[in-house]
């Protein structure tokens, strides 16, 4: 491949990580600001209606089976994406007769890893599990805009709601896997290079879902993942912190993430009872099963990912 070909696959690699965030950006810009002004000062108007409309008529569909299209996930431009790093996907078998609700781990700035190796198919996982439906969960809010909403659910997304996760895990017989990042924004503030602490002792909310679902848990960890941004946390007190990581060129400062592996390892499921009304120890006991499960996978992989063989999990 000769010099240029490479510099153009650079740029497009490095296009394609660009376009992420502004492309949300834009598209929920176009409602927002257009339906407005179509509504008030143009002969428009009743386009803006017919929208408000569809979407009183469609609010449930988010929730339930949303419009998933193997096109979008399949477009090349995610596999651009994928490659800038590159990211990886390595998993242990998961079977089509149960349903599962696979957590990953660290949350990170933007849950890169995540984002690629389960809302679209850059890494294969429909390839490697074709019995199997993934559903990515984020938060309510980003369906709440027309365009936006169309957007995320093409790509498989859900939000991260009991009424969503139940009905995928509970209304779509088996071979679904819901996928949901713990820890939020407290754990964001916790992603530093090297670092990997997690907000997990409190988190018992997927434990509760799985048992009141029968869902298997999944443990996973995305290694790299802390390392695709640099990070300044603020004095304790003040929930912010401010990131950066390269320009449109390597080398430069900027706020595109580094060009560092991010391998995601999903472990092996953790079978989990159906009860409809567990108790706190029922669910502190599973968490503590969970828990066990994701110290032994990060233990068994961490040293073949760059980390040194003496670092721990440390949960907080």
Known sequence: ??????????????????????????????????????????????????????????????SQDGRRSAWVRNWTL?????????????????????????????????????????????????????????FLATLEHVFWIPIVQEYVMSMGVCPVSELALKHKLTQRGSGNAVI????????????????????????????????????????????????VYNQETFPEGLNFCTFHGRGLTRGSWGFLPFNQPITTIVGEPLPVPKINNPSKETVGKYLALYINALCKLFDQHKAKYGLSETQELTIV
């Open 78 to 134: 995610w596999k651009y994406f994928q490659n800038y790093f590159p990211i990886k996907l390595v998993t242990h078998d998961l079977s089509p007769k149960h349903n599962y609700i696979i957590i990953n781990h660290p949350h990170g700035i933007f849950s890169l890893g995540t984002f690629i190796n389960f809302a679209t198919e850059a890494t294969g996982f429909s390839r490697i599990f074709p019995s199997i439906t993934p």
């Open 1 to 62: 491949m000769s010099f240029s070909q490479l510099d153009l696959h650079e740029g497009l690699r490095t296009l394609s990580v660009l376009q992420w965030i502004p492309v949300y950006i834009f598209l929920g810009a176009i409602p927002i600001f257009l339906g407005p002004y179509l509504l008030v000062f143009s002969n428009l108007w009743p386009l803006t209606v017919l929208t408000l409309a569809w979407l009183a008529y469609d609010w449930n569909t988010h």
């Open 180 to 227: 949901i990042v713990v820890g939020g924004a407290s754990e964001a503030l916790l992603c530093h290079p090297g670092a990997s602490t997690l907000c997990l002792k409190s988190s018992k909310g997927f434990v509760k879902l799985a048992l009141k679902t029968g869902a298997y848990l999944v443990p996973s960890y995305s290694f790299g993942e802390n390392e």
